[in-house]
């Protein structure tokens, strides 16, 4: 009988997932997921993501479950658990999706090299993170990696791409002691947003279902638009896997004008890999050395970091981040340019903060997000500065959205809620700007 073990990573899901589907072809299979005690005792480990990543392992228990299975949890180190359950079953093989990090590398690595001296084997699955392999688009110049987006696009637009992949339709298991499903607080005690939303495979393809009814034809005209919370909210379940990107992109009717804008972003998202993929030391290190000069300031990152710049856009931004572990792509990226352009912060202060909040923070779209606005990445403009009053005029006219987040300013009307410094006295409990723009 042969036995293979599929060791989840990030795909936490039955439905186009090409290491599930590999790994069920054997008699007998082990669902694995290995809370990783170095990922757990790092940077990437948050409550935030930790209570995501809990309910995530539920919805795919449950999953297993309805397929004649069950997930097999274990922790510690990868390398050691994998080989201590494959001796455990027999297994000689084990699956897991490829992806594109520098510890995803290593790992998959020096999980590779124990299999093998055990004379057991490794299949790395590709399409299984991203829409696109990074070697699978690269510039004719020769060189092994776009730098820039526009010409990545368009050859990204003109990949063919396989169909999703059914659910399995059974599954055996291997005979194993599951282990419990871990708790938040298990994984990583502390405290989380208040309003977070976490989910599973379930919860996010009713969320993708919902999305590709209808709301995504409006994503063009309506995604920049603060207080129409517009977006499709998918983006954490992409982050842990509970959606296959390219089944969202095969969902997505590229020929409808919101459909293509939302497109792009799922282009976005896989440039940022293939650029990582070729440039690891790019999460923490500057992509273009411009000889930028950051200024230390912890009395402004303070106030940026807890919405009290006296800048409502700001503010409402980084409010909604405490709350709910997550914020608008058109907030996140209004913030990052004030830290890092006007403020003149490094961009790995505001990454490190956001990695610490956002649930859907990875350091493939995180880390290289701030380097673009910060103008170390692959922006064409690096010089590039937001104005967050232009930039609250023209994506939140009215003043909506930063009365949600900011209530000090509630009771100003419509545009003036985004300068409440022009009241006479000014707003109490709201400080004034830490620093001038023009328009104030």
């Known amino acids: 009988m042969t036995v293979s073990i599929v060791l989840f990573t990030r795909d936490l899901r039955v439905r186009d997932n090409p290491a599930l589907t590999a790994g069920c072809r054997a008699d007998a299979v082990v669902p694995l997921f290995v809370l990783d005690e170095a990922i757990l005792s790092g940077r990437a480990a948050t409550p935030n993501r930790a209570a995501f990543l809990a309910a995530a392992l539920s919805e795919l228990d449950a999953e297993l479950r309805e397929m004649g299975g069950k997930l097999v949890v274990r922790r510690g180190k990868v390398a050691d658990q994998v080989a201590a359950v494959a001796e455990e079953v027999g297994a000689e093989v084990v699956h897991i999706a490829a992806d594109v990090s520098a510890y995803s590398r290593r790992r998959e690595r ?26 699978a688009v690269t510039p004719s110049s020769g060189r092994d990696h776009f730098a820039v987006f526009t010409p990545y696009h368009r050859r990204w637009t003109e990949m063919h791409r396989r169909n999703p992949l059914p659910r399995p339709p059974a599954l055996r298991m291997a005979r194993i002691a599951a282990g419990d499903l871990p708790k938040p607080e298990e994984i990583c005690a502390g405290d989380r947003s208040p309003r ?8 996010g ?14 994503y063009a005209a309506l995604s920049d638009d603060l207080p129409a919370d517009a977006t499709s909210h998918l983006s954490p379940y992409l982050h842990f896997g509970c959606l296959s990107a390219a089944e969202v ?5 590229t020929d409808d004008e919101g459909g293509a804008a939302f497109a792009r972003q799922l282009a976005w998202r896989d440039f940022n890999h293939q650029l990582l993929a070729a440039r690891p030391e790019a999460a923490w290190r500057d992509y273009h050395d411009r ?8 009395a402004s990152v303070r106030a940026w970091r807890d919405g009290r710049t006296g800048y409502p856009i700001i503010d409402a931004g980084m409010r909604q981040l405490r709350e709910q572990g ?5 907030a996140r990226l209004i913030a990052a340019s004030f830290l890092a352009k006007s403020l003149r912060v490094d961009w790995r202060v505001g ?37 967050p009053l232009r930039q609250a005029d023209r994506f939140d006219p009215d003043g909506e959205y930063v009365r949600r987040w900011v209530p000090e ?32």
Request: hydrophobic share 40%; proline share 6%.
């Open 291 to 298: 000889g930028i000069r950051w200024r230390d300031d912890p």
């Open 249 to 253: 992109l095969h969902r997505t009717d």
């Open 409 to 440: 300013v509630a009771e100003l009307a419509g545009g003036a809620a985004h300068r409440p410094w022009r009241v006479s006295g000014g707003v109490a409990g709201y400080p004034g700007p830490i620093i001038d723009f023009a328009g104030m």
């Open 351 to 387: 990454a490190d903060h956001f990695l610490r909040w956002l649930v859907d923070a990875d350091i493939a779209n995180n880390q290289l997000n701030w380097q673009w606005a910060a103008g170390t990445g692959t922006d064409t403009r690096p010089n590039r500065t937001l104005n």
């Open 205 to 218: 393809r009713e969320l993708l279902r919902r999305w590709t009814a209808g709301p995504s034809e409006r």
């Open 110 to 135: 020096e999980l590779r090299d124990r299999l093998a001296d055990a004379d057991r084997e490794l299949r790395a699955h590709a399409s299984s993170v991203m829409t696109v392999e990074p070697d």
């Open 326 to 330: 997550w914020m608008p792509g058109r």
């Open 196 to 203: 977070l939303s976490v989910g599973g495979e379930k919860t």
